[in-house]
């Protein structure tokens, strides 16, 4: 059967997951239900093209779903961690500069409600595979439930930051206590009062999680590999007045946002370190940290992410700064990174993450030399000493990007797998497309740029929309980059990445050097979200001569 636009297709109410083996066609399928995903349907929808929504939980939110660990929260603020969208900027109302997980999903609740998504959506149901049908220029996408969806259009969503990372360590089938892998928090939640518990990893995620568990736990041990510069957010509770502000000037905050290296609505510093006496870079810097969030990167000094000795001021800075919160000069030196530089490694953004190392509660176990051995019947093995504990939360992050797409089973031309494509590491035009992938558009692909997501996703989905346009307008059934295209775009994302300290950070996701056995390789554009923007405007206006069409029941031939 065809599905039209705004009709619901069988399977597909709210929170019902069903299993009668139908095979329907629309024009597009979405993979996911977060932000990439609900800013695909809204743009299907526009272009008045028949789509569904395919998601593996049992409601929106993507990310903000699954990631209910106690502390979780933004570090975007607020304002430009939303949808551009009017009618929901002059309703929704953000309570918080950077807000909680809960309220991230309520807003994404709130938007799937207002524009009425959700029969648009099949929630409870993964995606097995993907599959390019060269005869019918059609993608055969196949779900756990038994349902078959042809598509026009096959637009994978599942996000970034969508697959948890667990290291396999020995002996955990053997632990006693509680475990759990904060990417895929329990809904009922866990109580940590009056318990023992070790937090395996300090990314972004123990930096959120481990302040608030250690006001409940008896003890805290953190296990810590390699520490990070941890910034002050410096949240606060937004006041009417300063929600009435923001609602006036989300034209001008999203114009910002739009041309800002992270997308972020700031403006440049205007300067580099060599512009100012000592004296007045310490200034800047207590500016910068005082304000809190990544204004201190992004709007002190302008060449900290490109020159040695700029980052290096920066990066003492920070260190300075633990050393004068943390009370214990051993634990501090644990806690300030010294073989990297800053942004070598995502910078979180802490919530008295500090201080919290300034409690009788709280011990810091540094596992850089000598690595965790195993999981015992009771706790955590380093070496030969054995930490027990009641809980174990595993904040090991993500296998980033990739992980997202290699569960999908995508299959293009010849049946070749997109993990095949990528045995080296990715290969994409723009982040968006892929050779041999005909019509798959991909939203936070690799080699997407680095940045505020929703401004990264609504560029990128503006993008596709266009192109669709365009493919109706001159009456094709496919297109697909060149291997030419792909090429330079690597070239590119490659130089930039070793242009800066962004490749200088160890372990870093950046590059999926965090996953043992992942092929070492940039999965982000660091040009900028202005440089990516005018990347896709340069292919569109250029007639996307970087692609190859293929007219309805045709051999491709070259635009």
Known sequence: MTVDNGTRPA?????????????TTVDAVIVGAGFGGLRALHEMRELGLSSIVIEAADNVGGTWFWNRYPGARTDSESWVYAFPFPEIQDEWDWTERFPTQSEALGYLNFVADRLDMRRNIQFETRVTSAEYDEQSSEWIVRTDTGDTFRCTYFVP???????????????LDDFRGEWHVTGRWPHEGVDFAGKRVA???TGATGVQLIPIISHTASEVTV?????NFVLPARNYTLTSEERQGIRANYDSIWEKSRLH???????????????????EA?????????????????????????????????????RDKIRSIVTDPKTADLLCPENYPIAGKRPPLGHFYYETFNRENVTLIDVSETAISGITEKGVKVGDREYEVDIIVFATGFDAVTGSYRGLDIRGRDGRTLADAWTDGPRTQLGIGVEGFPNMFMIGGPQTPFANIPVVIDGVVEWIGDAIRFMRDKNVATMEPTGESMEIWRQTVNAIVDATVLSQGPNSWFLGDNIPGKPRAALFYFGGVGAFREACQQVASGGYDSYVFSPAQSVAVSN
């Open 223 to 227: 296990f810590q590999r390699t520490p």
């Open 261 to 279: 290296f992270f997308g972020f609505p700031m403006d440049m510093a205007g300067r580099t370190i060599n512009d100012v006496t000592p004296e």
């Open 282 to 318: 310490q200034k800047i810097l207590e500016w910068g940290w005082e304000i809190g969030g990544f204004h201190f990167i992004f709007e002190t000094f302008d060449d900290i992410l490109v020159d040695p000795k700029s980052n290096q001021v920066v990066a003492d800075f920070v």
């Open 11 to 23: 399977g597909s109410v709210s929170g019902d997951r069903t299993s009668n083996g139908a095979e």
């Open 157 to 171: 969503a599942a996000g970034p930051l969508s697959v948890p990372y667990k290291p396999d360590f020995a002996g």
């Open 199 to 201: 937090v395996i990893g």
